[in-house]
């Protein structure tokens, strides 16, 4: 950890890569303190007022996060984190909803690759790549490669409206297992 006043770490998953954000909150200095990946973002000392929320923005696309400081009785805090407007639960939630992530060993190195099913915009290691969208029988294929290697991600129906698209990564024909982030 950076610092020795951390009170809170999160770890966001966006598409452009995984941030952990920390917090350190100096209850007797009144200092607050932001760090993603290990890189000071937002430093504010001697805050009389140890309560209040603390705003910053994470990866690429600027994605406004907020650290609320809440007391819970005495000098008890609590504190939690917003990105996008939305609770954190609550973004990780939608992030499900709304995107695929696959974790792929390519030449010895790992990829992860991010499909937003809203745009159909695909990303590697924190990467936008190119492309190219085709209709065929059973669905939609979006073709790319990695380090040389053919992708393509398949969009077919599930068979049931219940279970909706099913997004599945070929690596060279191969499936890829989809991840947790």
Known sequence: MPCGDAVAVWD?????????????????????????????????DWMFKL??????????????????IEAV??????????VGGKSLQKFIDHRAKTTKTWVVRVDGTDCRV???????????????VETRGEFVDDGTETHFTLAEH????????????KNGIDHNLLLDGLKVPASSQ
């Open 12 to 44: 966001v998953a966006l598409s452009d890569g995984v941030y952990r954000v920390e917090f350190a909150h100096g209850t007797t200095t009144g200092k607050r303190v932001v760090y993603v990946n290990g890189t000071e973002v937002m430093r504010k």
């Open 51 to 68: 309560v209040g929320k603390e705003s910053f923005s994470l990866g690429g696309a600027d994605t406004k996060a907020t650290v609320s």
């Open 73 to 82: 009785g005495g000098f008890a805090y609590q504190y939690s984190l917003t």
């Open 114 to 128: 991010v499909l937003e099913k809203d745009t159909m915009d695909v990303w590697c290691n924190g990467q936008k």
């Open 150 to 161: 053919s992708c393509c991600i398949k969009a077919t129906s599930g068979g049931k409206k």
